[in-house]
């Protein structure tokens, strides 16, 4: 234990540990997603930034994400590929959906193991079926029966610890995200896992700072730089893989469309506070819409919603198509 004289005190022996704990090996994201990041993949100190117009599936890929992120690499000797990562999602629009999460793991997680989606589904109704039975027949299951039920039932155990490594956070104002930003100093010493931090969105209080702040250009800029410092110290400290999404509208939106122009720079891209949070950027996603005003059809008679995404990064740029189900994101 060392003494006060020597020198330390309670603050450096804390920082020290904190220093141990961002020193920590932390899951590698190489394998996050091969269509948008073949070869330059988020490292960690690294910000990817997800342009769009409302509507565009900035919040769905985000999901997307995050659902590779927490999946496991393996389940008993099965092998699932996932980073098994721990990711903080700070929600400030409020519509992230736990409920869209745990269909899309649950949907890629039946593919994985190779479970019967129509004995998952029918799972829960077999089982009280079954009970009910048991009681006025006194009978017991079926083999089949209790393989459907013992299914469902490992399957409901494996989302659940991958929900496990998914820390969810609301803000309603910029202060609340400032306070929060703080907080998470505490939360990511304590667990290197952490991998990822993703904020959706970065635009939500706009305007409700604008208005707060006038025609004092200067205090709106200096609440954003406060929270761009914060954010900059967490990345930096502890090794962190960011994710923003920012409202954003282009040139090139034409009712709700996407100019499909090669010539299109990323720097044409408008968004509400570009000028704050661009200096953070390594990767830069710009989503739109490719089935206005239609959906198109993809599969027999299933029609999905269609987007287009053109990826920045230092190295390289290329764009690729994908569609939104039920399942999640599809790739073209």
Request: hydrophobic content about 35%; glycine content about 4%.
């Amino acid at each position: 234990m060392l003494a006060e004289s020597d020198g330390f005190n309670k603050t450096e022996v804390e920082t020290c540990a904190q220093l141990f704990m961002r020193l920590a090996s932390k899951p590698s994201l190489e394998s996050l997603d091969l269509h948008l990041f073949p070869s330059h993949f988020p490292k960690p100190g690294e910000v990817v930034e997800i342009h769009g117009a409302s509507a565009t599936g900035k919040t769905e890929l985000l999901m997307h994400f995050i659902s590779k992120c927490i999946l496991p690499k393996r389940w008993n000797t099965l092998l699932i590929n996932g980073i098994e990562a721990e990711v903080v999602l700070i929600d400030t629009d409020f519509k992230f959906s736990v409920i869209r999460l745990y269909q899309i793991l649950k949907e890629q997680l039946m593919k994985i193991i190779d479970v019967d989606s129509n004995d998952i589904c029918t799972s829960s109704w077999a089982a009280q079926t079954e009970t009910l039975s048991s009681k006025t027949h006194s009978k017991e299951p079926s083999k089949k029966d209790q393989q459907t039920i013992k299914n469902e039932k490992v399957l409901e155990e494996l989302v659940q610890s991958c929900l496990d490594r998914l820390y969810l956070v609301r803000c309603s104002s910029s202060e609340q995200l400032l306070i929060t930003l703080h907080s998470m100093e505490n939360v990511f010493s304590k667990h290197p896992q952490m991998t990822v931090l993703m904020l959706d969105s970065v635009s939500s209080f706009y305007w409700e700072d604008r208005v707060k702040t006038g025609d004092n250009w200067k205090s709106f800029e200096a609440l954003q730089d406060n929270i761009i410092d914060l954010l900059q110290k967490l990345v930096q400290d502890y090794r962190l893989v960011v994710f923003l999404t920012k409202n954003s509208t282009s040139q090139h939106f034409k009712s709700g469309k996407f100019s499909h122009n090669p010539n299109t720079d990323h720097g044409q891209i408008e968004a509400f506070d570009c000028k704050y949070w661009s200096k953070l950027s390594a990767h830069r996603l710009i989503l739109t819409r490719d089935d206005f005003p239609f959906p198109v059809v993809v599969k027999g008679n299933e029609m999905y919603a269609s987007y287009f995404v053109k990826v920045f990064n230092k190295k390289e740029h290329h764009h690729c198509k994908f569609y939104i189900n039920s399942n999640g994101i599809l790739y073209a």
